[in-house]
C-alpha cells in the first residue's frame, strides 16, 4: 500500500460542476503539497500547506492533520482544469507522491 | 525568464550509450532535485542536493550519477543506460531543503532503445 493515496483515480465532469480530489497519508508530515500536471507534461505547484485552509482563486486546498487527510476543491470547474493533480507529502526530508488524479472537465 | 530549466527535453538513445541532463534555476534557491515518473505517471525523488551537498540518494544505481558544480545547477548522467531507464526526468528547486514551494522544469523524456 503507498503511503500516499488518492481518490478518485480518474474524474469526467462537466462545465461547471464543484470538484473533490482526497488525499489520504499513513506517514508522519510536515507539510503536503498539491501539483497540478498539464497534458503537456508539466508540473506547477498550486499549493503547500500545513494546516488549516487555502484559497487561490477558484481552487481551495485543506488538510486535517489528526485524520491525515487532504482535499483540493475547484469551484465553477473549466475545460482548462483538465490536468493530473498530484497529492505529495513531505516527511524524513524527502516528498513522497500519490498516483494522481486524471480531471476531465468537458465543455 | 524560466525559473527552472532543463536540457535536453527529449532524448531517444540506443541501451548501453551514456547520456547527461543539465537543469539549471536562476530563483536563487537552495535546494534542487531529481525526480523520476515512469510510465504510470508516478513520481518518485531520485536525489536531492542542498547548497551544492548531497542530502538524498534514493536508491538510485549508481548507474546514475549527479553533480552540482554550484547551487544553481543540478545535472544527472546515466551511465550505461537500460531499457528500463526510459521514463520523464523532472528537475525541480525550493527555496530550502524541504521547505518552500517547489518549482519543476519541464522535463526531460528519456527513450532508450
Known amino acids: 500500500k503507498n503511503e500516499v493515496e488518492q481518490s478518485p483515480q480518474n474524474l469526467t465532469a462537466q462545465e461547471g460542476e464543484f470538484i473533490t480530489i482526497n488525499c489520504s497519508y499513513s506517514?508522519?508530515?510536515?507539510?503536503l503539497h498539491w501539483l497540478q500536471q498539464h497534458p503537456g507534461g508539466g508540473i506547477v505547484s498550486l499549493f503547500m500547506?500545513?494546516?488549516g485552509k487555502k484559497k487561490h482563486g477558484r481552487l481551495i486546498a485543506t488538510i486535517n492533520i489528526q485524520e491525515k487527510h487532504s482535499s483540493l476543491h475547484i469551484t465553477a470547474s473549466h475545460p482548462r482544469d483538465s490536468a493530473v493533480y498530484i497529492c505529495?507529502?513531505?516527511?524524513?526530508?524527502?516528498?513522497?507522491f500519490g498516483q494522481g488524479t486524471r480531471l476531465t472537465i468537458n465543455p | 525568464d524560466t525559473a527552472v530549466s532543463q536540457t535536453p527535453k527529449y532524448l531517444v538513445t540506443q541501451m548501453g550509450n551514456d547520456k547527461s541532463i543539465k537543469c539549471e534555476q536562476n530563483l536563487g534557491h537552495d535546494t534542487m532535485y531529481w525526480y523520476k515518473q515512469d510510465s504510470k505517471k508516478f513520481l518518485k525523488i531520485m536525489f536531492s542536493y542542498n547548497n551544492k551537498e548531497l542530502i538524498i540518494n534514493e536508491t538510485v544505481p549508481n548507474r546514475f550519477s549527479p553533480k552540482s558544480p554550484d547551487k544553481a545547477h543540478l545535472n544527472l548522467h546515466i551511465n550505461s543506460l537500460e531499457l528500463g531507464d526510459s521514463a520523464v526526468y523532472f528537475c525541480?528547486?525550493?527555496?530550502?531543503?524541504?521547505?518552500?514551494?517547489?518549482?519543476f522544469g519541464e522535463g526531460s523524456r528519456l527513450t532508450v532503445l
Open positions: 525541480a528547486s525550493s527555496p530550502f531543503l524541504n521547505t518552500g514551494e517547489l518549482f
Open positions: 505529495a507529502v513531505e516527511g524524513a526530508q524527502k516528498l513522497v
Open positions: 500547506l500545513s494546516s
Open positions: 506517514v508522519g508530515i510536515s507539510a
